[in-house]
């Protein structure tokens, strides 16, 4: 079964789908209220997503770091930004992109 990448006006889904149209009953299911912005079916049937491409090399944890910044910051986004640049060395982009991305997972 095919994999498709589906961007809507306020998520990115993927999901395994017969077609395209399987794949929009998917997405139309589970939120009803977005809109489909593009849709990509993957060449393979497993998704991949590179840490040199989202800048997360060498040895330390930028996850556990965000969510101990996170928890030290009670889950105010703005003050874990500031802890993890701190503590990381990391600009703002960075620094944002490992908070927000750990936010969705738990705070």
Same mark, same amino acid.
């Given at each position: 079964?095919p994999?498709?990448?589906?961007? %809507? ?6 999901t395994? @789908?017969? $077609?395209e149209? &399987?794949?929009t009953t998917?997405v ?23 840490k040199?491409?989202?800048?997360? %090399? ?7 770091? @965000?969510? $101990?910044?996170? &928890? ?16 990381t060395g990391?600009?703002?982009e ?14």
């Open positions: 079964m994999l498709f990448e589906v961007e %809507t006006d306020a998520h990115i889904i993927i395994w @789908a017969e $077609d149209q &399987a794949a998917v139309r299911q589970a939120y009803p209220h977005d809109q489909v912005i593009r849709m990509t079916k993957r060449p393979r049937d497993t998704w991949v997503i590179s040199g491409a989202l800048g997360m %090399t060498g040895s330390f944890d930028p996850c556990g770091v @965000a969510r $101990d910044c996170l &928890a030290k910051a009670a889950g105010d986004k703005v003050h874990a930004i500031r802890l993890f640049m701190h503590e990391t600009d703002l960075h620094a944002r992109k490992a908070i927000e991305s750990n936010m969705v997972m738990g705070w």
